[in-house]
């Protein structure tokens, strides 16, 4: 018969509980419970667990199940929290969402989406059954289909890192899947950079929009998918800058306009405080996909008799080819360009966006001056048809 009792020798202030297994087995366990009632509660959710061991009926939602009832029972009507992977990895975006900006919330929607594709069935297992090994199996497969080094390390040990350090927090895991997780440190893969000429090959082939992307492209240093998107009202032409928040970081970055820049835009038909698109036959369009940006950028290089060149080939557990040129190089061309002209790095990240602190009110007119004196080494190109 199963009983309660307390320690003769007074070395506990628990009620012990003596029962018999599902074996058979004499057994003896503290409740961890200083009250009678609340003692015979838990010892009933054991017998009830050891009679569906029992009869071959105790399932791993059926254990989750009783020991919720324990808890609920033990803490006065308290819910216990046993979340499967996948909830809890739910509730942990729809609790991030209204707090962060729409760019962070799809960067982390994303890397969500990649573990959970990679778990496979894993995902409706209680969250405690979440291991180290998930983590690196998700990392391997993130580097094995052409990810850099520092995006695996971004998705994985940046933002995936977040949700279960705060389960760890809460007791929801014993062990931190994540915490003893090392950086990838492999093979940098870079863009290749433009030389001028192929820029100008670039610029001559190019019609209509393209060929202020290009410039823009070059001049700016600014994302392919946020120029696209750029409007008038984002574009100063008396105080030649353009300022505009990035769809990647959501970070706000201002950067001046080039002469060569601006006396392009002066030809455009000029839409002053405008929310009309600078690039209307762009606007909108996806990097992605057959007719996508990139593609299109590519068939243009194409045109202009560029070779886009392999930094990476398709095989070998490598699912994604990388092109050694593509639009992304004209950034990589911007900012190798100033870093040369003696712009600091600090400064160079302001422009690019990859500083990791938001931008405040601006620059200051000494760093604007840096900034726009070393524009000037920027080669003036032939912008205009027939140039």
Known sequence: ??????????KTPYWIAAYTDQFGRRRKRSTKKTSQKDAQKVLNGWLKAI???????????????????????????????????????????????PTISEASYLKKAQAVRLFLESLGERRSLVLEAITEDDMVKL???????????????????????????????????RIDPVAGMKAVRGDSVEKHTFTEEQVQRLIDV???DWRGMVLFGFYSGARLGDLANLTWDEVDL????????????GKKIQIPIAEALHDY???????????????????????????????????????????????????????????????????HSFNSILANSGVPQELRMKLTGHSSKEMNAGYTHH?????????????????????
Do not use: C
């Open 238 to 249: 008396d105080k030649k800058v353009i300022t505009f928040a990035q769809k990647k970081t």
């Open 139 to 173: 990392r391997d497969e993130l580097l094995a289909d052409g990810r850099r080094a520092a995006t695996v390390n971004g998705l994985v040990r940046k933002i995936l890192a977040q949700p279960f350090r705060q389960a760890h927090k809460k007791g929801l895991v």
């Open 51 to 97: 009679d569906a061991a029992r009869d071959g009926h105790l399932t791993e939602a059926r254990a989750r199940e009783i020991i919720g009832e324990i808890y609920e029972q033990a803490s006065k009507g308290k819910k216990l929290y046993m979340p499967t992977i996948e909830a809890y990895l739910t509730d942990w975006l729809k609790a991030e969402k």
């Open 265 to 331: 835009l002066l030809t455009l038909p000029i839409k002053d405080e405008s929310k009309l698109p600078v690039f209307p036959t762009l606007h909108g369009k996806t990097s992605g996909g057959k007719l996508g940006l990139s593609m299109a950028f590519g068939r243009l290089m194409a045109r202009a008799g560029i070779e886009q060149g392999t930094i990476r080939e398709r095989g070998e557990g490598v699912s994604r080819k990388v092109s050694g040129l593509s639009y992304h190089s004209l950034r």
């Open 1 to 10: 018969m199963p009983s309660l009792h307390k320690d003769g020798r007074g």
């Open 367 to 387: 760093e604007m001056a840096v900034i726009r004196g070393a524009l000037e080494h920027l080669p003036r190109l032939s912008i205009l048809e027939g140039e």
């Open 206 to 208: 190019s019609k209509g």
